[in-house]
């Protein structure tokens, strides 16, 4: 399996960004899909997952109420919505699969990760 994440990019604080991460090759049936962020000096930290039925999704409180995680199963995508954006989102953001579907916000029950897209907010 593979992830490409995409649509990162420089954003003036308050602004928005979209991240959309492709999946290919052999994915189970249904799988979650998470979202993670590391910023320089911290260690990585979850933001979002949606399992396979898109019910359930999970955020971090960091980013309740300004992200919004979605995904087009047909396409294998998972998109994250990023609005009010703050100095304090910039980080490397990862794109993550769960093949078990649990929709955990536990890095561990991710078996397949994306390269990161950076994420770079401008006060």
């Known amino acids: 399996v593979q992830l490409q994440a995409s649509g990162g990019g420089l954003v003036q604080a308050g602004g928005s960004l979209r991240l959309s991460c492709a999946a290919s090759?052999?994915?189970?049936?249904?799988?979650?899909m998470g979202w993670f962020r590391q910023a320089p000096g911290k260690e990585r930290e979850f933001v979002a997952a949606?399992?396979?039925?898109?019910?359930?999704?999970n955020y971090a409180d960091s980013v309740k109420g300004r992200f919004t995680i979605s995904r087009d199963n047909a396409k294998n995508t998972v998109y994250l919505q990023m609005n009010s954006l703050k100095p304090e989102d910039t980080a490397v953001y990862y794109c993550?699969?769960?093949?078990?579907?649990?929709?955990?916000?536990?890095?561990?029950?991710?078996?397949?990760w994306g390269q990161g897209t950076q994420v770079t907010v401008s006060s």
């Open positions: 090759g052999r994915t189970s049936r249904t799988y979650t």
């Open positions: 993550a699969l769960d093949l078990s579907n649990t929709g955990a916000r536990y890095s561990d029950y991710y078996e397949y």
């Open positions: 949606i399992r396979w039925s898109g019910s359930g999704d």
